[in-house]
């Protein structure tokens, strides 16, 4: 088992920046990739970044150059910054961690970010 923890979010201006943080902890030997997914009310859960064991990196096409996703070196943290937050980034985001089986499929609580005047 694999048990992943958000933290770092909270509530920020427009133009404002976060950084997001995931602790893994467990059998972390079972995940060799990690992202960052966030999900609005009424809509469905989207990708926002991932970073595979080999460091591909993807981001989700709203992301624009705003946000970085890392990762430590351990394999136990995993970040997420985010600049130039906007209204529409408000949502509660995710930390996903997954390997090669289907069952090695984890997911955090999620931290909420409200971006707001």
């Known amino acids: 088992q694999v048990q992943l923890v958000e933290s770092g979010g909270g509530l920020v201006q427009p133009g404002g920046s976060l950084r997001l943080s995931c602790v893994a902890s467990g059998s972390i030997s079972r995940i060799s990739n990690m992202g960052w997914f966030r999900q609005a009310p009424g809509k469905e859960r989207e990708l926002v970044a991932r970073i595979t064991g080999e460091g591909g990196i993807k981001y989700g096409d709203f992301v624009k150059g705003r946000f970085t996703i890392s990762r430590d070196n351990s394999g136990k943290m995993l970040y997420l910054q985010m600049n130039s937050l906007q209204p529409e980034d408000t949502a509660v985001y995710y930390c996903?961690?997954?390997?090669?089986?289907?069952?090695?499929?984890?997911w955090g609580q999620g931290t909420q970010v409200t971006v707001s005047s």
């Open positions: 996903n961690g997954w390997g090669s089986s289907p069952r090695d499929d984890y």
